[in-house]
Structures are given as structure tokens and as C-alpha cells.
């Protein structure tokens, strides 16, 4: 066993891990990043990147399909080898992280592969393939460890060949038939990938909607969609039993039983703190995130960054908390977090984006809401796009203060629509200013101007 002294030890290696690790290294500190799996974590391999490429390729298929009713006679026979293709060999490497790993070290970190844990006061223990190694940190810890699949207790599951996102991403093939565990935005976006390949795909939410932390309406019309494109959508089920017969996955699902060639588990993420050793930090080890302050602090020279803090699980929030945590490790005067103003997309077609409070969250909050809504299919872009132009945009205002704390966008590119809004949320622009807005003609984001008007 050695032991060390270094600056600073980032245990887990996702996308504001890998960013920190490397901002603090660059600045002169000595660092150590720690990953027991891939430098980049979920994201590059797993999630984010792989997923996107997939549905790029789905939406291609679909566009193709609509050019039959506006364009022409196209034949298009789906073909899953050139996604297979790009997703092992341009988005993952074949899940090897050595670019990664490189370019970890050309930023002046170490990098050791192992699993990390807290083992006591400003101590860190590796165990790697060559033994465990202690490192003596004399700033601190950033713990960066994400989330795993959640495998929910159901009789029979984890006796089958279930995929979880990390199986689905490197399918070299599409199954017949899928059913998809779980109505949140994994679940949504591989339901729709796969159907738009060919599979027959059922999707049972436990939940009494799709995508529950958006708006109904959101819900509603990708549910509305969903279906029209040949998908069975089962909400308010819970599966009580899975076999698998070596061909077909059987589900309970209430009064039916539903069979499958695949079943994908896509019902949330889990995370064990007390594998991080959090707790000879001081740290509770008992729940499903780490708690922080503003700056990211945990405990005393202890820093949380990313899904484990429980403020939004998305690639762009890691790396906001990495600068701000990178900031204070350093002394700098950089911002505080706030969330006022926290985007997401999910990457269906329709792209369900928000940012902000939703209707139902400002209320809550007590704010005197007042709501505008718009339907893109009655906005001149709208009516032009024709087929695939579902969508919609809800403002959600603070009536006494006159800004909007939270806004939808769904349709197509409905995550760049959000930039606008974003703005709009984030700097709490008057909303008579956005009323004042030149917006371009005829373009999804003029319909910002409708749902104005609404309000
Ligand atoms: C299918 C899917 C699609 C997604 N799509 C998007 C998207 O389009 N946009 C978006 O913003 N977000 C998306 N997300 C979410 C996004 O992947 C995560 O929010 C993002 O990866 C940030 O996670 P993180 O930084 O907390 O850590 P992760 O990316 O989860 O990485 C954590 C790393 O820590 C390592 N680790 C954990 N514990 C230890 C330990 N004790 N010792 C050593 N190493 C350890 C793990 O091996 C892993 O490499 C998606 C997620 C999924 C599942
Ligand atoms: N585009 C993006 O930004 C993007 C894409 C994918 C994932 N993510 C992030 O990754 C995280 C994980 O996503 P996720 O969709 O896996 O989790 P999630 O927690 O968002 O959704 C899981 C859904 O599964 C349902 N569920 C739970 N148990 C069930 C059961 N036994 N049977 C049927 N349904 C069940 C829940 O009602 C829930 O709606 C999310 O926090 C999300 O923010 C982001």
C-alpha cells in the first residue's frame, strides 16, 4: 500500500469531474482523478452522445417517411449497422476512454483507475488493479460519482437478460419487440429510437403521465404522438412479475400479460453512498444524494458536483457545478449556484423542452401564476412544416412581479426554441419587454409572441 500527499482528489470521473480534475491541475495543484470504469463517465459512453446519434438517425428515418406525403415517392428500409457503426466507433472508441485519459494527463492531473472512498479526515484510498493506494489530500475531495440503473424489485427481473441504457447503447441489432420500463426521458427516447427501427414497442409508466417533471401538456401531446406513431403507451402500471423463456420476456402488468423479444429498465437511478465512504467525511450515507451549499461545499474540505447532488441529473449542470466548485477550491470570487433558471431537453420528436418552474411547482410555491399557451401547428412555421410539426410553448408567469419563472417549448428543435426563453428566465427579463420583442417571421420561436399574448 503507498500513501501520498496531493492537492486534491476528484473521485469519479464524469463530465464535471474530468472538468475540474483538469481546471485544477491546469491552475498548478496537484490532482489525482479517480474512476473505477470510463474518464467521462455516463455521458460520452452510456447516455448523452450515443443516444443523441441514435435518435438523430431515427428522426432521419422519420423525415424521409413525411417526404412521401410533401415531397415525392422515397422508400426507406431502416437499417440499425450504420448506428451500431457510429456509436461504437466515432462516439465511444469501443468504450475505451484512452483519449480521455490523455487528455486528462496533458492538463497535468494523475489519473488513477480504481474505486475511490473516503476511508478518513482528508484521506482518500484507490483500490486499483495494483493494490490500494492512499492519497493525503491538503485541499480536498470533489466527489463526482453520478448514478447507476435502478433495477426496481420486481419478482423474476434480475434473473433475466434485462438492458439497462448502458446494454441498449451498444445493441448491434434491433429487436422485434421491446417493452420499456419506465416513462421518463431514457425511457421515452429509446421507446421512440427503437419503434422508429422497427421494433413494436410498449412503454409502461408506473406514473400517471410521461415525462412527469414536465408540463401535462407536454405529457399529453408526446403521448398523443407516441401512440400515433404505433407505440402503446400503458400509464399507471407497475409490472409484478418477469419471466424470461430464453426467446421472450413475459410481464405482469396488472391484468395482462405482455411478451417481448427485449425489455429495456429505464425507471430512475441509484447511487450507494456508503461505497463512497462519505460518512468518515462527516457526510449522512443513508440518502439518495449529497446535500451542498452554494458553492458546492459538502463538508469541510469535502466538494459534491453532479446527479449526486440532486439538483437536475444533466450533463450541462455537472459542468456548471464544476466551475463553480473549481472556483472555490482555488479561492477565486466566482458565482454562487442558483437555479432559478435549469434547462433540459428531452430528444424525442416532438423535443420536449423546459426551463424553470413549471405551472404546477410555481403555485405550489405560492407565486400569482399566470399562464400562456400556444399550439405550434397554428403558427404560420407551423402550418408550413405540416407533418412533424407537433409542439406547443407555455410561459409560466409571475403575475406580481411581471417575469417568467419557468416556460415549455415541445416541437421540432423545440431545445433551441428554449434558448430564447432561457434568457428570458434566467436574466428575468419584463415580461412588457419580451412583449416588445421583433421576432422573425416565419420562424417556431415567432410563437413565443403568441404564448406572450396569452398572458
Ligand atoms: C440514457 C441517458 C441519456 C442521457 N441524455 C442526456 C442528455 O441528452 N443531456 C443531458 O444533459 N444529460 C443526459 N443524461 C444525464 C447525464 O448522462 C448525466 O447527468 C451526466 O453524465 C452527468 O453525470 P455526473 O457528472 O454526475 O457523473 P457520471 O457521468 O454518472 O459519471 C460518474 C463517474 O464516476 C465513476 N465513479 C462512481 N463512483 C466511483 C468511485 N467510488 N470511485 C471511482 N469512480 C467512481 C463512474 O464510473 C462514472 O464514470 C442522460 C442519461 C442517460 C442515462
Ligand atoms: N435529454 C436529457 O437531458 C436526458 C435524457 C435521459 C436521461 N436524462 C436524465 O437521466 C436521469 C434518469 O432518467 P430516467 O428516465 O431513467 O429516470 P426518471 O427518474 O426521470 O424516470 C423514470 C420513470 O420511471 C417510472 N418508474 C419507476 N419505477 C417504475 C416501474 N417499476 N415500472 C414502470 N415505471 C416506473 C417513474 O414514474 C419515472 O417517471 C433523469 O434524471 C434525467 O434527467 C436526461
Keep these: 500500500m503507498t500513501v501520498e500527499d496531493v492537492d486534491v482528489v476528484v473521485i469519479g470521473l464524469g463530465p464535471g469531474g474530468e472538468a475540474i480534475a483538469a481546471r485544477l491541475a491546469r491552475a498548478g ?12 463517465g455516463e455521458c460520452p459512453y452510456y447516455a448523452c452522445i450515443p443516444t443523441k446519434m441514435m435518435i438523430r438517425a431515427a428522426d432521419a428515418l422519420a423525415e424521409a417517411r413525411r417526404a412521401n406525403e410533401l415531397a415525392g415517392s422515397v422508400q426507406i428500409k431502416p437499417d440499425w449497422a450504420p448506428v451500431a457503426a457510429r456509436v461504437r466507433h466515432d462516439a465511444t472508441d469501443n468504450w475505451n476512454d484512452q483519449v480521455a485519459v490523455d487528455r486528462l494527463l496533458a492538463s497535468g492531473a494523475r489519473f488513477e483507475r480504481g474505486w475511490g472512498k473516503i476511508t478518513g ?45 448502458r446494454e441498449a447503447v451498444a445493441t448491434e441489432t434491433v429487436p422485434s419487440s421491446l417493452i420499456v420500463l419506465g416513462g421518463g426521458p431514457v425511457g421515452c427516447e429509446f421507446a421512440q429510437v427503437f419503434s422508429r427501427f422497427g421494433a413494436s414497442v410498449t412503454l409502461v ?35 409484478t412479475k418477469v419471466e424470461y423463456d430464453g426467446t421472450n420476456f413475459h410481464l405482469q402488468v396488472g391484468d395482462e ?59 450541462h449542470m455537472s459542468m456548471y457545478h ?6 472555490d477550491i482555488l479561492g477565486e470570487d466566482g ?4 437555479y432559478h433558471a435549469v434547462p433540459h431537453a428531452t430528444f424525442t420528436d416532438p423535443e420536449v423542452a423546459s426551463v424553470g418552474l413549471t405551472q404546477a411547482e410555481a403555485e405550489k410555491q405560492g407565486i400569482n401564476v399566470r399562464v400562456g399557451l400556444t399550439k ?5 412555421r407551423g402550418y408550413i412544416h405540416k407533418l412533424g410539426n407537433d409542439g406547443l410553448i407555455k410561459l409560466v408567469e409571475d403575475a406580481d412581479r411581471g417575469v417568467l419563472v419557468g416556460a ?3 416541437g421540432p428543435g423545440a431545445g433551441e426554441i428554449l434558448g430564447a426563453l432561457l434568457v428570458a428566465v434566467h436574466a428575468q427579463v419584463p415580461t412588457s419587454t419580451l412583449k416588445g420583442m421583433i421576432l422573425a417571421y416565419p420562424t417556431f420561436h415567432r410563437a413565443i409572441g403568441s404564448a406572450l399574448a396569452e398572458l
Design 205 to 239: 409508466q408506473s406514473g400517471p403521465r410521461l415525462l412527469p417533471n414536465d408540463e401535462p401538456e407536454s405529457s399529453d401531446l408526446l403521448r398523443e404522438v407516441f401512440e400515433r406513431e404505433g407505440i402503446r403507451v400503458v400509464t399507471g402500471s407497475r409490472a
Design 322 to 327: 464544476a466551475d463553480i466548485a473549481a472556483a
Design 257 to 315: 400479460t405482455l411478451t417481448a423479444e427485449q425489455l429495456l429498465v429505464a425507471t430512475g437511478r441509484t447511487t450507494d453512498l456508503s461505497a463512497l465512504g462519505v460518512k468518515a467525511a462527516g457526510i449522512p450515507d443513508d440518502g439518495r444524494v449529497i446535500n451542498v451549499d452554494e458553492r458546492m461545499r459538502a463538508a469541510d474540505k469535502v466538494w459534491a458536483i453532479g446527479d449526486i447532488v440532486g439538483k437536475g441529473a444533466f450533463t
Design 408 to 410: 415549455s417549448a415541445v
Design 335 to 338: 458565482p454562487q449556484a442558483q
Design 376 to 380: 405550434l401547428p397554428d403558427s404560420s
Design 29 to 40: 495543484l496537484s490532482v489525482v482523478g479517480v474512476d473505477a470504469r470510463l474518464v467521462g
Design 121 to 165: 479526515a482528508d484521506e482518500v484510498t484507490v483500490s486499483t488493479s495494483d493494490g490500494d493506494k492512499v492519497f493525503r489530500v491538503r485541499k480536498g475531495v470533489v466527489l463526482n460519482p453520478g448514478t447507476d440503473p435502478a433495477i426496481p424489485p420486481i419478482d423474476g427481473l434480475t434473473d433475466t437478460p434485462l438492458w439497462t441504457n
